[in-house]
């Protein structure tokens, strides 16, 4: 376990917090609460959040506009029945309580510029919400704890090209809680200016990840490979700076929106190409067992024969299944010098590990997991 045997909780789906503190949680069956600590952790390394544009800081939501949202503004003002005008408060309908879980008055921060896959991922979530493009990963989680957003969506997994480790160490050196997660169908299209023909092109600009997606068909075209900070700002860049020799790997939004012509549709190696994306927060979801909960964790163990395979067991003994397991070098304590009276004294690299399991933190058989795992 991590610093002195506690157990750093990443966060739940909805479910832990993931800043620094103490959850209490109350054992339904005992009828008695235990704690679980988890530490707020820096590696000492300096937020390069840049600063956000002056347009992009939200006017803040006021009470009136919230009780609007909810379509009962009179009943706040009035509260009850007035005899005079025989008037009563509205009451709420099921088209109120749609509204505000589709992202209505909800600002969603994304890493890229509009036609970015990641807009399309905050767009899956709150269909109504509006979509805040950030130039870096890091900016669009300042961007919820400086409260100039209600929520980020970022990408943490691909199918074909596995995980984003960047956000990964993001989420332990940021305050944010996870509150959902939503699946993104990628689908990569070659593109270019106007009248560019696909023997013109000489380079291909694209996110590092979506380039990655498309290797086998870009190695066949035989073109340089350009990283860029998007998808969409691989397309941007090539309809304003007028680049006749380079194609962008993008989305077909970003064809439209740039003015670029698709000349292949489907560039990813695998036709099943999903990424998913984590919805972060300021504050935690609270658990139940009304729909299918995840929770994440992270920790770290101390060295002994067989530690991990011990600590995945408390899951498997009640019945919970991991959804995902990944392991991320403990940068704070990159090596630790191990003892063995065998073999001397030996540099073993030392791990976090990331799980994900399906269970919510509302559960005895979650919160025992968790316990006997600490
Ligand atoms: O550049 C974009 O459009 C993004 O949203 C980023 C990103 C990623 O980081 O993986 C998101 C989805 C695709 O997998 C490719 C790129």
């Given amino acids: ?51 956000v544009e002056d347009e992009s800081v939200p006017v803040p939501i006021s009470a009136a506009e919230l009780s609007r949202v909810a379509g009962n503004a009179e ?3 009035r509260g009850r029945w007035n005899r005079e005008s025989n008037a009563l408060p509205r009451q709420l309908s099921a088209t109120d309580l749609v509204a505000p879980s589709q992202g209505l008055n909800i600002r969603v921060a994304y890493q890229g510029l509009p036609g970015a896959f990641s807009e399309a991922a905050a767009l899956k979530a709150y269909p109504l919400c509006e979509t805040v493009p950030c130039e870096e990963f890091d900016v669009t989680f300042k961007a919820v704890e ?9 990408p943490i997994e691909n199918s074909s090209d596995g995980s984003i480790h960047r956000n990964y160490d993001l989420l332990l050196s940021h305050r944010l809680h996870i509150v959902g997660e939503v699946q993104l169908a990628v689908n990569h299209c070659l593109m270019a200016l106007p009248g560019v023909k696909k023997e013109g092109i000489k380079r291909v600009l694209s996110h590092p990840n979506a380039l990655a997606q498309c290797e086998f068909k870009l190695n066949k075209l035989e073109v340089i490979q350009q990283n860029m900070h998007d998808t969409a700002g691989a397309a941007q860049i090539i309809a304003s700076d007028n680049l006749r020799d380079a194609g962008a790997i993008a989305s077909v939004q970003a064809a439209e929106i740039y003015g670029l012509n698709i000349l ?9 190409n999903v990424t998913r994306f984590l919805i ?95």
């Fill in 1 to 51: 376990m991590l610093d002195g045997g506690k157990m750093i909780s990443l966060d739940g789906v909805g479910i832990l917090g993931g800043g620094g503190g103490l959850i209490c949680l109350k054992r339904r069956d005992l009828g008695r609460s235990y704690g679980v600590c988890f530490l707020k952790w820096r590696y000492g390394r300096p937020l390069c959040a840049k600063p």
């Fill in 264 to 272: 292949e549709k489907g560039m990813q190696d695998l036709s099943d």
């Fill in 146 to 154: 400086m409260s100039v957003v209600d929520r980020a969506v970022l």
């Fill in 75 to 77: 009943a706040l003002e």
């Fill in 280 to 374: 972060l927060a300021r504050e935690p979801i609270i658990p139940g067992t009304d729909r299918p909960f995840k929770t994440s964790i992270v920790f770290t163990l101390d060295e002994g024969p067989g530690v991990l395979f011990k600590a995945l067991a408390v899951f498997s003994l009640r019945n919970i299944s991991l959804t995902k397991i990944e392991s991320r070098p403990q940068r704070k304590r990159p090596l630790k010098v191990v003892t063995d009276s065998n073999h001397g004294t030996a540099k073993y690299f030392d791990y976090l590990f990331y799980i994900d399991f399906e269970a919510s933190m509302i559960e005895p058989r979650a919160q025992n997991a968790l316990a006997h795992l600490q």
